[in-house]
């Protein structure tokens, strides 16, 4: 399964960035897709998430900011968002796996994920 992530970016606060990451994971079944950051000198933590059926789930500290998405079409899993905080500021990475019956924000459900890609946000 190839997960591909374009750049991240940097931005001022209050603004908005869209990231991308290229799978193949669309192509299998009983999909579990997220995304996860890490903020320097803390642990990764679940931001989105998104299951076979549509059904996403956000972390309460992006919930409303952030939208998570998927165009199977175009092999392409995305996060938008929006109202960017300076504590935002993080390696973000995408994961994937199928085959999955619990779709579950925990990084252990998930066996293939895409490399870092840096947000920063400026106050």
């Known amino acids: 399964v190839q997960m591909v992530v374009p750049g991240g970016g940097s931005v001022q606060a209050g603004g908005s960035l869209q990231l991308s990451c290229q799978t193949s994971i669309f192509t299998y079944n009983n999909i579990c897709v997220a995304w996860f950051r890490q903020a320097q000198g803390k642990e990764r933590e679940w931001v989105a998430i998104?299951?076979?059926?549509?059904?996403?789930g956000y972390a309460d500290s992006v919930k409303g900011r952030f939208s998570i998405s998927k165009d199977a079409a175009k092999s392409t899993l995305y996060l938008q968002m929006n109202s960017l905080k300076v504590e935002d500021t993080a390696m973000y990475y995408c994961a994937a796996d199928f085959g999955v019956w619990q779709c579950r924000p925990e990084a252990s459900v998930f066996k293939y994920w895409g490399h870092g890609t840096q947000v920063t946000v400026s106050s």
């Open positions: 998104l299951d076979t059926a549509g059904g996403a």
